[in-house]
């Protein structure tokens, strides 16, 4: 596996190569990571280039966040993107991906709106930024993203048709510890206390779900599941059934459950399919 540190050293590394999958990531990889790795790889096979970035991307970390002490663990991330066949890995420096005098930034309206737009103000127009530089960058054909951060899902999804960059969004489904949880790499910050109540996040989010395909109103499926979950010592920021792409909370199934929460001092995101 090749590591680029500067775009000199990218483009060489991409140089008469074939077509390029890239999984972008801001390291601490888990096995979420690797399942999109996995999926990235068959995207384009072995004739193609599987490329991971690794990026803690300081735009998308509003004043008062976690970027300081966001997880950074480079050789034990090497050593799994090596283990998983990949065969560059893109490790920019802050000032290669940001150069002095920098003017330039990405706005997209309508799904950044609201959540974690509200929760976050300026996250989706760093992750919108940093991701078009990674696709342009690396001149991918597909990238693959994780449905747990839904939300972003649907912004990079939205930045790509309207700039029409050519790079196909590849979802990959959330993979859930045993007990339910979605993996992140956020999770380790949980104290084993705080971990062993995880899980009642998805947890209270299936059972509204279930409770909705039963004939409850989603207005009262949901105001049990805050209530429970207030009761297990989380606080919500939010709790909604929004229409997928748009993200525009609907009243009624079909639509996608979204959740963020804090526990033990964790922000902890999800979300799951509801269907009538």
Known sequence: MRIARDLPDLREALAG??????????GALHAGHLSLLAA????VGEAGILVASIFVNPLQFGPGEDFARYPRQEEA???MLREAGCDLAWLPSVEAMYPPGRAT?????????????????GHFRGVATVCAKLFLQTGAQVAAFGEKDWQQLQVI??????L?????ILPCSTLREADGLAMSSRNRYLDPEARARAAALPGAMLAAIEAMARGTSPAAALATARA????????????ALVEPESLREVGAPPGR???????????LLDNMPAWA
């Open 157 to 162: 999804r939205r930045m790509v048709r309207d």
């Open 105 to 121: 930034t990405i706005l997209v309206e309508g799904p950044s709106e609201g959540w974690e737009g509200a929760a976050r103000p």
């Open 77 to 79: 991330d090497l050593a």
């Open 228 to 239: 429970g979950l207030t009761a297990a010592g989380f606080a919500l920021d939010y709790l």
């Open 17 to 26: 190569r074939g077509p390029v999958a890239l999984v972008p990531t801001m």
């Open 40 to 43: 990235a790889r068959q995207e």
């Open 257 to 267: 459950l979204i959740a963020a929460a804090r526990l033990g001092g964790v922000r």
């Open 164 to 168: 029409d960059l050519p790079v196909r």
